[in-house]
């Protein structure tokens, strides 16, 4: 009878994840070049709401001129060039960070779930090599038994 001899060989990325960790980038400033923390540091600072309400304080000025031309292009070139780029830009970084972090989120959860599915499939190779033993015990037994019927059989 054939013996439960499975022979579990872990997968060389299990050892490989645990020395590495998801990283946040933007929290390794000591990593960053100076072009990329300064690229960083506007970025942050004209990603806010404080600079979109800047921005749009900045726009009206010109809106009073744009208003006495009474031309409808330079007004509609106003709108468009100058209020919609200036506040819309950092309203969507904004956003952009926002999904950002969520994003970032989720994806430390699904590293997580997978370290713990990892762990899970762990205790099952361990529960089945126990189940391995106690089927070889049995079919050891079994072969025994039957050994001791076929010499009784021959009596």
Do not use: C
Request: charged fraction near 25%.
């Amino acid at each position: 009878m054939p013996k439960a001899n499975y022979d579990y060989k872990q997968h060389p990325h299990v050892e490989e994840r645990k020395a590495t960790e998801p990283k946040v980038t933007h929290r390794h400033r000591n990593r960053l070049s100076l072009n990329d923390r300064i690229g960083l540091g506007i970025t942050k600072r004209v990603g806010s709401m404080w600079a979109a309400y800047a921005f749009a304080a900045l726009t009206l000025i010109s809106l009073p001129a744009a208003v006495a031309s009474g031309n409808a292009l330079i007004i509609v070139a106003w709108i468009a060039q100058t209020f919609l780029q200036l506040v819309l830009l950092p309203v969507i970084i904004v956003g952009q960070n926002l999904q950002a972090h969520e994003s970032e989120k989720r994806a430390i959860a699904t590293y997580k779930d997978a370290g713990a599915i990892l762990e899970e499939a762990k205790e099952i190779q361990s529960h089945l090599s126990v189940q391995d033993a106690a089927l070889n015990h049995l079919i050891d037994r079994l072969e025994s038994i039957e050994g001791k019927l076929i010499k009784a059989s021959k009596k």
